[in-house]
């Protein structure tokens, strides 16, 4: 069985498209998917996230592209960290919460 490896891309521009960022990452081995991570609104909040087909490919991908200007910025390259959910109404870092702030519900 072949595990897949998925990895943080961050300073991406806000104005790269997801089919751009697979594509760079084609250069170096077999995508499994690119995806931009968006605010509610469709704007890109700069930072994505591409699962290379195989452990060696995403190491291949860190080393060769970590670093490189793409659309005017330094690629930031690392390792996704697994995600975690968060229960209802718990604070995290970088979010909103239900109540206060600008983000009413």
Do not use: C
């Amino acid at each position: 069985m072949i595990m897949n490896k998925r990895l943080f891309v961050g300073n991406l521009d806000f104005d790269v498209k997801d089919i751009e960022l697979e594509e760079l990452f084609k250069t170096v081995g077999r995508v499994v998917y690119a995806e931009i991570i968006r605010f509610f609104d469709k704007k890109s909040k700069g930072f994505g996230f591409v699962e290379m087909a195989t452990p060696e490919s995403a190491q291949d991908a860190k080393g060769k592209l970590n670093g490189t200007e793409f659309d005017g910025r330094k690629l930031i390259i690392n390792d996704a960290r697994p995600r975690t959910d968060s229960k209802p109404g718990e604070r995290r870092p970088g979010g909103f919460e239900k109540r206060g702030g600008f983000h009413k519900f």
